[in-house]
């Protein structure tokens, strides 16, 4: 019953008219019109929900075909999506599909899954969750608040810090026997990064700064980031070669997520230690995924996107990162003028790029296109969606609410987390009994990085 509601919710919306009128190309936006931005959010949003409806795994609520993670960072968007434009409409699904994920013990570590997870996939839950504590996304009576379920997804990764190589670090993969588990990769440390600066931030809890500063300087430390060659994010580096080197492929939510991090810590700090390191990542990524010949202020995935070789997971990476850069210019007033023109810039072009297949208005991929790309699915709708929620953001005055303003987020206790101070050196050991499964993956380690790193952006 539940999916037939969504059908006939995303049917009707391929319809919608635009401002009175229908729908038959572009999205025309105009970037200074709150209400041009909540129109487009909307008529982007619809065929993501019809995608999602099609793509879903035996019924099961928040299971993609093929992929787990990619369900939570749709959460993820929504919920900010619905923060920031005031459109509730898919609310009652989000809800629902957010909390059945949790699984039974509220830690978005269900063994249905859990035997094939890496730590990014886990990790996009949880900034999910934390997303609905600081926005104030309903909470549902008789389970844990959405702070709970972020904190018990941190306690869980902070308790794999891995100090066998590299002296710490978040490994891609979570058990020993799978391949690319030395492998370290920006997204798993940069998210577990600004998951506990967001926690930091929403609870006033200290425990989380700490743990963030410690992951922050070790990856400042590792190859994974380095400010002195013009603040370049690695995609990874290797426990089997002790971090001596690194892959350099180029991702925008690599940058973002450290970003995001930097700017709340910033602004739960007020350090200039947090201040230097934005400017200098957001520097980096307006530099790198910002192209000249695009007039500088529309982003694009430049690794894969002009040879049309993203797969489904790069399709993505955009769309989280403009929001994180949306968070940035909020917290860090001084970055506000220079994110601003790149978000504006970034859906005035998403406007032109979603006229695909006539009245549907399906969203590509090369956002600098005039015309639809071709590339049409869930992943670029998504993305195209936190583009316009990003400057939503910006223009409605997006607040982020703490334990102060939000009191009914409040973190219920789990049995999955622990009240203990805990940090990344007083961690015990989790053991391979710990969780049930394996799933080996496909390809050979032997290759070495270069080939981890092609694993990491191939598999979900």
């Avoid at 997204?187 to 998951?195: A, D, K, R, T, V």
């Avoid at 769309?319 to 506000?336: D, E, S």
């Avoid at 956002?367 to 316009?388: H, P, S």
Wanted: one cysteine or more; glycine letters at 10%.
């Amino acid at each position: 019953m539940r999916w037939e509601a969504l059908r006939s919710v995303g049917g009707v919306a391929l319809g919608l008219l635009l401002q009175g009128r229908p729908v038959t190309s572009d999205i025309p936006i105009d970037i200074t019109s709150t209400d041009s931005l909540k129109s487009a959010g909307k008529v982007i949003a619809a065929p993501m929900m019809e995608f999602y409806a099609q793509n879903q795994t035996e019924g099961i609520p928040g299971k993609l075909t093929d992929t787990w993670y990619i369900a939570g960072a749709m959460f993820m968007t929504l919920i900010q999506y619905w923060h920031s434009s005031g459109d509730g409409q898919y609310n009652s699904i989000v809800s629902h599909d957010l909390m059945f994920q949790a699984g039974d013990n509220f830690d978005f570590f269900d063994s249905n899954y859990s035997q094939w997870l890496g730590n990014d996939d886990q990790m996009f839950w949880g900034l999910a969750a934390i997303t609905a504590s600081e926005t104030g996304f309903p909470e549902i009576a008789g389970k844990p608040t959405w702070t709970s379920l972020a904190r018990a997804v941190f306690n869980m990764q902070i308790n794999r810090w891995d100090t066998s190589s590299c002296d710490g670090g978040i490994n891609w993969q979570i058990h020993l026997w799978q391949e690319g588990n030395t492998l370290r990769n920006a997204i798993s440390n940069g998210g577990l990064f600004q998951l506990a600066a967001r926690l930091g931030h929403f609870t006033k809890n200290e425990t989380y700064f700490k743990s963030a500063e410690q992951i922050w300087d070790w990856s400042v430390d590792s190859p994974l980031i380095q400010p002195g060659q013009d603040w370049l994010v690695a995609d990874s580096t290797s426990g089997d070669n002790n971090c001596a080197d690194s892959d350099h492929m180029q991702w925008t939510y690599n940058y973002g997520s450290y970003l995001a991090g930097c700017a709340f810590m910033y602004n739960s700090t007020g350090e200039e230690k947090w201040l230097n390191a934005t400017t200098g990542l957001l520097g980096r990524l307006e530099k790198q995924f910002f192209p000249e010949e695009y007039g500088e202020n529309v982003i694009s995935e430049v690794s894969c996107e002009r040879l049309h070789t993203c797969n489904r997971n790069m399709l993505c990476f955009k769309g989280w990162t403009t929001m994180w850069m949306a968070y940035t210019a909020i917290l860090v007033p001084q970055t506000r003028e220079s994110i601003m023109a790149k978000l504006q810039g970034s859906a005035q072009a998403i406007g032109r790029q979603c006229d695909g297949d006539g009245s549907e208005n399906l969203c590509g991929s090369r956002w600098y296109q005039d015309t639809f790309d071709g590339i049409r699915g869930l992943e670029v709708q998504m993305a195209a969606l936190g583009g316009i929620t990003s400057n939503l953001m910006l223009m409605t005055g997006t607040t982020t609410l703490t334990i102060d303003t939000n009191p009914s987020a409040e973190e219920h206790h789990l049995e999955t987390s622990s009240d203990d101070d805990i940090g990344p050196d007083t961690l015990p050991v989790i053991t391979t009994g710990d969780r049930v499964g394996a799933w080996i993956l496909t390809g050979s380690w032997s290759l070495g990085i270069a080939a981890a790193a092609w694993w990491l952006i191939k598999q979900d």
